[in-house]
């Protein structure tokens, strides 16, 4: 047996030699018989392992499997459609600052021209909540009926408190940004405003809510941009500060809603 | 004739093997385990082939598993057969790499044919194919299974396992030749 040429025999048995070296091979086969038994042997192998039948498992594994398939759940979603694509938002700081400028220009607008309605004092902004229930700017100042809000609660930040200065963004007349506190602020005035809200004129209606959707916009996005970038502070800071801009212009208008009667 | 719809597209629901797979796409496990009855003998040959009898049930039962997760992607446009089988194939070269082996079972040693020790005399004519192949040293083991016993091309085994098709024909013969010490006597 010559180990030069028996190297070749599988590339020559598989087709898969030049043909002047499959030539080579062919002439030598014929003059060496040692080579030429070799190749059958490869033969029967390559026959055999053609051949070879699939054997079961010894043991029935479906079991095994179901219990694992109830696990992991159904397959891949069934979707009545095809896939849409999605994609996933993400801000850069300079947007997200250009959009949290932008919310404090609406909310800025939108609460001057509640003020101007209302001639709230400079010294009031900013103050306490007022009362949905129906009292007078006086009454507030003066400590009036207590609002559905609490006022003695501590300010904490609902989302990403790092001590950064968000901090500073959660304060809003001492109600809690906590989600609770905050939540439960925020469906009472809402329920408040929408109490009164036949009190107010459209165009009053109109500004307050397209700033609604504006802040509930950036507070959505913050929110999304938070589940991918959690420990950033910039974005718990803009969340803290759109969701105080809600409460805020909910306060102005329905102690605007309370007051035009 | 009715569809079932995944994430991979529109698999039609007809009769026998492929409503299987539409009903098991759907969350069907009775669909499910029709398709792994139909398919187990195959997969755990492959399984045992490539890794080892004490591997192959755990491993089988990945595939499976595996496959019911990803039957939302299979798109119809290979025969289910042939889509796990090549699932098969990638979980299990999966397996073998976590055992980080691959290098060492890759390497073209210029000795591998001298350390044939393990083939029968000349009398056990009738030795056990399937023992034989279980003998072979792992990475020419590995080739041999997919392309002789599976049927895989080297470019497409080159490509699977991350290695030169040179590499693949070298193991291959390799196999080869000791495999023919098992069978020269039939």
Same mark, same amino acid.
């Given at each position: 047996?010559?180990?030069?040429?028996?190297?070749?025999?599988?590339?020559?048995?598989?087709?898969?030699?030049?043909?002047?070296?499959?030539?080579?091979?062919?002439?030598?086969?014929?003059?060496?018989?040692?080579?030429?038994?070799?190749?059958?042997?490869?033969?029967?192998?390559?026959?055999?392992? +053609?051949?070879?039948?699939?054997?079961?498992?010894?043991?029935?594994?479906?079991?095994?499997?179901?219990?694992?398939?109830?696990?992991?759940?159904?397959?891949?979603?069934?979707?009545?459609?095809?896939?849409?694509?999605?994609?996933?938002?993400?801000?850069?700081?300079?947007?997200?600052?250009? +959009?949290?400028?932008?919310?404090?220009?609406?909310?800025? =607008? =939108?609460?001057?021209?509640?003020?101007?309605?209302?001639?709230?004092?400079?010294?009031?902004? !900013?103050?306490?909540?007022?009362? =949905?229930?129906?009292?007078?700017?006086?009454?507030?100042?003066? !400590?009036?009926?207590?609002?559905?809000?609490?006022?003695?609660?501590?300010?904490?930040?609902?989302?990403?408190?790092?001590?950064?200065?968000?901090?500073?963004?959660?304060?809003?007349?001492?109600?809690?940004? +906590?989600?609770?506190?905050?939540?439960?602020?925020?469906?009472?005035?809402?329920?408040?405003?929408?109490?009164?809200?036949?009190?107010?004129?459209?165009?009053?209606?109109?500004?307050?809510?397209?700033?609604?959707?504006?802040?509930?916009?950036?507070?959505?996005?913050?929110?999304?941009?938070?589940?991918?970038?959690?420990?950033?502070?910039?974005?718990?800071?803009?969340?803290?500060?759109?969701?105080?801009?809600?409460?805020?212009?909910?306060?102005?208008?329905?102690?605007?809603?309370?007051?035009?009667? | 004739?009715?569809?079932?719809?995944?994430?991979?597209?529109?698999?039609?629901?007809?009769?026998?093997?492929?409503?299987?797979?539409?009903?098991?796409?759907?969350?069907?496990?009775?669909?499910?385990?029709?398709?792994?009855?139909?398919?187990?003998?195959?997969?755990?040959?492959?399984?045992?082939?490539?890794?080892?009898?004490?591997?192959?049930?755990?491993?089988?039962?990945?595939?499976?598993?595996?496959?019911?997760?990803?039957?939302?992607?299979?798109?119809?446009?290979? $025969?289910?057969?042939?889509?796990?089988?090549?699932?098969?194939?990638?979980?299990?070269?999966?397996?073998?790499?976590?055992?980080?082996?691959?290098?060492?079972?890759?390497?073209?040693?210029?000795?591998?044919?001298?350390?044939?020790?393990?083939?029968? $005399?000349? $009398?056990?004519?009738?030795?056990?194919?399937?023992?034989?192949?279980?003998?072979?040293?792992?990475?020419?083991?590995?080739?041999?299974?997919?392309?002789?016993?599976?049927?895989?091309?080297?470019?497409?085994?080159?490509?699977?396992?991350?290695?030169?098709?040179?590499?693949?024909?070298?193991?291959?013969?390799?196999?080869?030749?000791?495999?023919?010490?098992?069978?020269?006597?039939?």
């Amino acid at each position: 047996m010559h180990q030069e040429w028996t190297d070749r025999l599988s590339d020559y048995l598989d087709g898969e030699l030049p043909e002047d070296e499959r030539r080579a091979v062919d002439q030598h086969l014929r003059g060496c018989a040692s080579c030429a038994a070799v190749l059958n042997d490869l033969k029967r192998v390559v026959a055999r392992a +053609a051949s070879i039948d699939a054997r079961p498992p010894q043991a029935d594994l479906w079991r095994g499997i179901a219990a694992r398939l109830n696990e992991s759940g159904e397959p891949a979603p069934v979707v009545p459609f095809a896939p849409r694509e999605t994609r996933r938002l993400a801000f850069t700081l300079p947007q997200l600052a250009a +959009a949290a400028a932008l919310l404090i220009a609406v909310s800025g =607008a =939108a609460a001057w021209q509640l003020e101007a309605r209302l001639g709230i004092p400079g010294s009031l902004r !900013g103050g306490r909540p007022h009362d =949905a229930g129906g009292n007078s700017g006086q009454a507030r100042q003066d !400590g009036g009926a207590e609002p559905a809000i609490r006022l003695d609660s501590p300010v904490s930040l609902g989302v990403g408190a790092d001590g950064n200065g968000a901090a500073d963004f959660a304060r809003l007349g001492n109600v809690s940004m +906590a989600d609770a506190q905050y939540d439960a602020a925020v469906a009472d005035l809402e329920g408040a405003l929408k109490a009164g809200r036949g009190r107010l004129d459209a165009s009053t209606v109109a500004i307050v809510e397209h700033n609604l959707q504006i802040i509930d916009q950036a507070i959505n996005q913050a929110r999304e941009a938070l589940v991918g970038d959690p420990a950033n502070g910039y974005l718990s800071g803009h969340l803290v500060e759109a969701r105080r801009r809600k409460l805020d212009l909910l306060r102005r208008a329905t102690a605007l809603a309370s007051e035009t009667d | 004739m009715t569809a079932v719809m995944t994430l991979g597209g529109e698999i039609p629901v007809g009769s026998g093997l492929d409503s299987d797979v539409a009903l098991a796409a759907g969350g069907d496990q009775s669909a499910f385990e029709r398709l792994y009855r139909t398919h187990v003998s195959r997969i755990h040959s492959l399984t045992r082939r490539m890794l080892s009898t004490q591997e192959a049930d755990e491993v089988t039962q990945d595939i499976f598993v595996r496959t019911w997760q990803k039957l939302g992607q299979f798109r119809g446009e290979s $025969a289910f057969s042939t889509w796990l089988h090549r699932l098969a194939v990638n979980v299990v070269i999966e397996r073998r790499r976590s055992y980080a082996i691959q290098r060492e079972r890759m390497s073209d040693d210029p000795t591998a044919l001298d350390q044939l020790t393990v083939g029968p $005399a000349r $009398a056990d004519l009738k030795v056990d194919f399937e023992s034989a192949i279980a003998q072979l040293p792992p990475g020419a083991r590995e080739i041999f299974v997919l392309h002789d016993v599976e049927g895989y091309k080297h470019r497409e085994i080159a490509v699977m396992l991350d290695i030169a098709s040179g590499t693949s024909k070298r193991q291959l013969h390799r196999a080869r030749m000791l495999m023919r010490q098992h069978l020269s006597g039939d």
